[in-house]
Each structure stands twice: as C-alpha cells, then as structure tokens.
C-alpha cells in the first residue's frame, strides 16, 4: 500500500544554499510539499508547492513552528539535534544537510554528545565551526532525500 503524501519541512535560517536548491528541484520535480521556515526573509523560486514562513525573531522560535506543523511520515531538514529528536518522537523523520539521517536509535546519544560539546566550547576548550559543506556532504544529502521521496506518493 503506498504511503500517503508528506510535506519537507525545512529549518532554512542555518541551511546552505546549496542544499536549498536541491530541495527547490525536488519540488518542482517531484511536487512534494516543501516549507521553509525561518526568522528573516527568504527568497525562494515560483514553485507551486514550496512556500516559505517567516516566523518572529528569538531563540528556538522557527524550531517550536516546525514541531507544531510537522506530522508524522514527514521529513525535517535540520542541522539542530534537539529539533531532530523532537520530530522523530512526532514519528517525523529528521535530516541535516550533511546528509546525516537522523533515528530514534541514534538521537539520545547526538543530544548528549551535543550537549558535551556545547559544555567544552562554553569553557573554552573547543572553538571555531563546522567544517564547510563537501561534494559528498551534497551527495549524502540528495542521496537520503531520494530514499525518503521513493517511499513516498507525491503527484
């Protein structure tokens, strides 16, 4: 029995470009539903099923707008661990754009790890960012996301 149609949900203030636009070509090429939601403005191709929300600024306010509208079988874009975790606990899927799955078994220990991280970096023993986005990063991601559409019946 195929599955029903689910929305991409993306967490867009912190998402490259790059990943962007292999969401906006998925859109066009598949129609599933696809919202970015973000505290600035976006500007996003005219394509019927990508929208975009502007939510208001302060801390977490884009995440709690997507745990709200997400739903089961959905699918979040997120680099952030603690968005994850609550979307997969909504029975969401969760993706960051490294192309880094996200899953029931693997989110308590990220959240722990991130929050080791966050304790090390406050202390001044760890510093700088993350790496730049590679080519396999981009692949890993379009690859994950292809998966996730051929499970799902979008028209």
């Known amino acids: 029995m195929p599955v ?12 490259p470009n790059v990943v962007k636009d292999i ?3 998925a859109a066009e090429r598949t129609g599933v539903p696809v919202t ?6 976006l500007s996003i191709p005219r394509i019927p099923s990508l929208k975009a929300i502007r939510v208001a600024p302060g801390f977490d306010v884009a995440d709690n707008e997507i745990v709200k509208r997400a ?6 874009v997120t680099a952030d661990i603690p968005l994850a975790a609550e979307v997969i ?7 960051n754009p490294r192309g880094e799955r996200y899953s029931a078994d693997t989110i308590r220990g990220l959240l722990t790890l991130r929050d080791f991280m966050d304790t090390m ?9 993350p790496p730049p986005l590679t080519q396999a990063d981009r692949n890993a991601f379009a690859s994950h996301l292809d998966t ?3 499970r799902r019946r979008v028209a």
């Open 23 to 25: 969401l906006f070509r």
């Open 36 to 41: 970015l939601v973000a505290n600035q403005s």
């Open 71 to 76: 739903a089961a079988g959905d699918l979040v």
């Open 4 to 15: 029903a149609a689910a929305s991409i949900w993306v967490d867009a203030d912190a998402c």
């Open 121 to 129: 970096r406050s202390s001044g023993n760890v510093g700088g960012g």
């Open 89 to 95: 606990a909504k029975g969401a899927e969760a993706l």
């Open 148 to 150: 996730w559409l051929a």
